[in-house]
């Protein structure tokens, strides 16, 4: 194959492999825009110690027992609205994006280790005054809830762990 042929052929693989790229290519919706669409109702917001901002929703019955409902890997508090409207009756119920997700975001650190998102979880608590809890994680929020139980157990009621990731040694 002679070298025009080679470019030809290089060419015609990037326009072709390129195609979908600029076919199904969208713009990043501004940060704005989905606080206006995806924070209103209940949504609220925690200014942490960090000047980090925490998105959080506290609803349901407020003499109930706290549940506090910990998200996985690229969710946010939304995953849990269909069971809150379920149980909001009965319990406290009490969602939040963690680091780095849904309107919390990223944060100054770029920390977005489980401790630091522990630390938003005890953040939110003591903000709430809410001595103890039930967790409810789903995935990577299983994970979280698991090494929140093991660093202050007194403050945590029980566990409710779907799918949790990442088994901690609890030793």
């Known amino acids: 194959m002679t070298l025009f042929k080679r470019f030809i052929l290089a060419l015609v693989l990037a326009v072709v492999l390129g195609m979908p790229s600029g ?5 990043d919706t501004s940060f704005d825009d989905m606080q206006v669409k995806y924070g209103g109702g209940a949504s609220q917001f925690l200014v942490l110690a960090s000047s980090d901002r925490l998105h959080y929703r506290d609803q349901g019955g407020s003499g ?8 996985g890997t690229s969710a ?26 849904g309107l919390t975001g990223a944060n100054a650190a770029r920390d977005y280790s489980r401790e630091a998102m522990v630390f938003s979880i005890w953040s939110l608590m003591d903000h709430l005054s809410i001595t103890a809890a039930t967790l409810v994680g789903n995935a990577l929020g299983g994970s979280v809830a698991w090494a929140a139980a093991l660093d202050m157990p007194k403050r945590v009621r029980s566990l409710v762990l779907l799918a949790p990731s990442g ?3 609890p030793i």
């Not at 076919?23 to 713009?27: G, Q, V």
């Not at 109930?64 to 998200?71: K, R």
């Not at 009965?90 to 994006?97: V, W």
């Open 23 to 27: 076919i199904f290519w969208t713009p």
């Open 64 to 71: 109930g027992e706290v549940l506090i409902f910990i998200h």
């Open 76 to 101: 946010s508090l939304h995953t849990w609205e269909p069971l809150i409207e379920r149980l909001g009756d009965r319990y406290r119920l009490i969602s939040l994006d963690l680091p780095g997700h």
């Open 167 to 169: 088994a901690l040694n």
